[in-house]
């Protein structure tokens, strides 16, 4: 999927369009659709099928933003990471990965009989 400004726009016009319950230009959903969805279709004037087409770049739209939110919020983190490390002094990080490996080591089992 590639999306641009236009194509993002062209295709929340389409869907408004969709959604007040008139057709869209065939030509231009069927230039949308082949563009974004990297597929080669020929152009058509069936309401339903051009409906379909909408609702297909209507869900490839919503999933490319969840995506692009995702990608900012890793982002994010990984700048958090790194600024929290950066802040960390070298005693700080030793006493923490002491905390850290004597939290870890833990004995699993029966503990064993008193004689």
């Known amino acids: 999927m590639k999306f641009t400004k236009e194509d993002i726009e062209k295709i929340e016009k389409f869907i408004e369009i969709k959604n007040k319950g008139y057709y869209a230009d065939g030509g231009q959903v069927t230039e949308v659709y082949n563009r974004v969805l990297e597929r080669s279709v020929n152009v058509t004037n069936c309401g339903s099928c ?26 994010a983190q990984e700048a958090l990471k790194e600024e929290r490390v950066d802040n960390v002094t070298p005693d700080e990080n030793k006493a923490s990965e002491g905390a850290e ?7 699993v089992g029966r503990p064993p009989k008193k004689k």
């Open 50 to 75: 051009l409906r379909g087409r909408i609702q297909e770049l209507e869900n490839a739209l919503n999933h490319f933003k969840e995506l692009s939110k995702r990608q900012d919020e890793i982002k």
């Open 101 to 107: 490996n004597k939290s870890v080591i833990k004995r």
